[in-house]
């Protein structure tokens, strides 16, 4: 997808999400920023362990059915460090050995239980899809990652302005898993609500 077109996509759903949540907020749709730090982790044949920092930001709208039970969708754009070991160097599908940073954009929907004023709980799946997959090859010239969308999972609260989450999963992103291969982030942030 081109930039041009990419930037079209991302104004009209921001317009898109504007008139519902002008429309729709007397009845309990809110809209709402976000942004914070990941600390990622990698574990498998090719994968360093070692936690690797990135970041994350965008927006979120929610829609609570009654006081207590709700709905939260958010719209993500991250920036999350992979390290390499270097086992991985010498194999034809294997990568060269170091840390390389992965732009994702990201759309959790989530279920959302709210515990008094301050307090929500969130669950759900998490749609993913690699910005700059072009850009990190295999040794065989091959992409080291899938641009397709992938599906991962989270799990999290809201405190507050504060947001805490946690991600694991995106099995399906990655092309040079050897054995077993896991994947999971933590995520800490601040967070906004507009209207």
Do not use: C
Not at 93 to 106: A, P, V, W
Not at 171 to 190: A, C, P, R, T, W
Request: aromatic share 14%.
């Amino acid at each position: 997808m081109q930039k041009k077109e990419m930037k079209s996509i991302i104004n009209f759903s921001w317009v898109a999400l504007l008139f519902l949540t002008l429309n729709l907020n007397a009845q309990g749709l809110h809209l709402g920023i976000k942004g914070g730090v990941n600390f990622n982790k990698s574990s498998g044949l090719n994968f360093n362990d070692k936690r690797a920092f990135g970041y994350n930001f965008g927006g979120y709208i929610y829609y609570d059915f009654t006081k207590n039970v709700g709905i939260q969708l958010e719209g993500l754009y991250g920036r999350s460090a992979v390290r390499f070991n270097p086992a991985s160097q010498d194999q034809a599908n294997g990568i060269s050995e170091g840390k390389k940073f992965i732009k994702m954009l990201s759309m959790p929907v989530l279920a959302k239980v709210n515990v008094g004023e301050l307090f929500s709980a969130v669950a759900g799946p998490q749609f993913n899809a690699i910005r700059n997959s072009n850009n990190i090859r295999l040794n065989n010239g091959e992409r080291a990652f899938d641009s397709k969308i992938g599906i991962s999972y989270t799990a999290g609260i809201d405190l507050g302005i504060l947001y805490f989450r946690y991600n694991w999963g995106n099995k399906s992103l990655n092309k040079l898993i050897e054995g077993d291969f896991k994947s999971n982030q933590y995520q800490i942030g601040f967070r906004v609500t507009v209207l």
